[in-house]
Structure formats: structure tokens, C-alpha cells
């Protein structure tokens, strides 16, 4: 069980980085920017978030290209995603996520928000909440896990939410992030 809010793509936006993590203190147990926030590594604004490296992060280029976190017990891997050319295909991400024994792949890059699932793989890219693309919506992700049921509700930046993009994927996980 668990909750967390993903960003990506932010391109030196701070107002709204600060907007969002007033809007979800204490809602959610983990906070995901999947880079090209263009900010420094110390920045106040990125402070609680779990901070991947973009390809424009050129202050930040201290931040690691992935990260593996857990939310309640399942593993989720996070990376900004132009080392795995998502605008092209998502084999090479779906590989290394994998790898790291992830159920969840966050990620962004296309700024283009969307959830979905392949061969027990969760992808999730919270889109862009600068320069969206394929909606007019400049949008973040939260994700949501309870009793194995995964849920990815998408917002606009004003909080509120695109139903046509949410989903919920009905395959069960259980605590060693297998299907059951």
C-alpha cells in the first residue's frame, strides 16, 4: 500500500514545484521528479522528491541517472529516460527496470502523460508540467497501491483530473512483486 506523486519535465519551474508538494504534504509516501527539472541538486524546491538526471540538467548533473525506490513492497524504478530512447521504443527501459526487479517503470522525456502496461510491467510517464505534448494539459501523475490493485490518476497543474488518461491495472502483485 502506498501513494506517490510524479512529476517530470519541469524545466526550471519553481512556483509550482513548491504548489505541488504543499498540495500533497502528507498525501503521499513518496515524491518522483523524473528530470529536466533544471534546477541545482540542493535546490529547496526539488528538497523530498526523489530526483533522476535529464538530459537538460545540466545544474543538477550531480543527480543520478535512475533510481530504485519501494512504495509499501513493491519496487519502482525511475530514470528520465533519454538514455533508453522512450521516444522510440520502451524495450531497452522495459530491460533495465527488469533488471532492478522493478513492477514500475517512472519515467519521462517525451513529456507526452501516459500509463500502461506491458508483459507485467507498469510504465508510467506523469507527462510535463512546462511543455506538455500530445494534450494540451500540463500534467503530474499520482500513483496509488492498495491490496495489489495499481492505480495512475493524471492532473492538470491546477489539480484537476483527465479522466481520459487514468488507469487501473487489475493484475494483483503480491509482496515479492510477482503476479498472483
Given at each position: 500500500m502506498g501513494k506517490a506523486l510524479i512529476v517530470s519535465d519541469s524545466h526550471g519551474l519553481t512556483d509550482e514545484l513548491v504548489t505541488l508538494k504543499k498540495r500533497f504534504d502528507g498525501e503521499v509516501d513518496l515524491m518522483i521528479h523524473c528530470g529536466d527539472s533544471e534546477l541545482s541538486t540542493n535546490a529547496e524546491e526539488l528538497s523530498g522528491f526523489v530526483t533522476v538526471?535529464?538530459?537538460m540538467d545540466y545544474l543538477g548533473d550531480d543527480f543520478p541517472?535512475?533510481?530504485?525506490?519501494l512504495l509499501g513492497q513493491t519496487c519502482i524504478y525511475i530514470t528520465h529516460g533519454h538514455l533508453y530512447d522512450v521516444k522510440m521504443s520502451y524495450l531497452s527501459l522495459a530491460y533495465r527496470a527488469e533488471?532492478?526487479?522493478a513492477k514500475i517503470a517512472c519515467?519521462?522525456?517525451?513529456?507526452?502523460?501516459e500509463a500502461f502496461e506491458r508483459e507485467g510491467m507498469i510504465f508510467i510517464n506523469p507527462g510535463s508540467i512546462r511543455l506538455p505534448r500530445g494534450t494540451f494539459e500540463k500534467t503530474y501523475a499520482v500513483l496509488e497501491i492498495e491490496?495489489?490493485?495499481v492505480s495512475v490518476s493524471f492532473?492538470?497543474?491546477d489539480g484537476i483530473r483527465i479522466d481520459q488518461l487514468c488507469k487501473t491495472f487489475g493484475e494483483k502483485i503480491n509482496n515479492?512483486?510477482?503476479k498472483v
Amino acid at each position: 500500500m502506498g501513494k506517490a506523486l510524479i512529476v517530470s519535465d519541469s524545466h526550471g519551474l519553481t512556483d509550482e514545484l513548491v504548489t505541488l508538494k504543499k498540495r500533497f504534504d502528507g498525501e503521499v509516501d513518496l515524491m518522483i521528479h523524473c528530470g529536466d527539472s533544471e534546477l541545482s541538486t540542493n535546490a529547496e524546491e526539488l528538497s523530498g522528491f526523489v530526483t533522476v538526471k535529464g538530459n537538460m540538467d545540466y545544474l543538477g548533473d550531480d543527480f543520478p541517472n535512475e533510481a530504485i525506490e519501494l512504495l509499501g513492497q513493491t519496487c519502482i524504478y525511475i530514470t528520465h529516460g533519454h538514455l533508453y530512447d522512450v521516444k522510440m521504443s520502451y524495450l531497452s527501459l522495459a530491460y533495465r527496470a527488469e533488471e532492478t526487479g522493478a513492477k514500475i517503470a517512472c519515467f519521462g522525456h517525451s513529456h507526452v502523460a501516459e500509463a500502461f502496461e506491458r508483459e507485467g510491467m507498469i510504465f508510467i510517464n506523469p507527462g510535463s508540467i512546462r511543455l506538455p505534448r500530445g494534450t494540451f494539459e500540463k500534467t503530474y501523475a499520482v500513483l496509488e497501491i492498495e491490496e495489489g490493485m495499481v492505480s495512475v490518476s493524471f492532473y492538470s497543474l491546477d489539480g484537476i483530473r483527465i479522466d481520459q488518461l487514468c488507469k487501473t491495472f487489475g493484475e494483483k502483485i503480491n509482496n515479492k512483486n510477482k503476479k498472483v
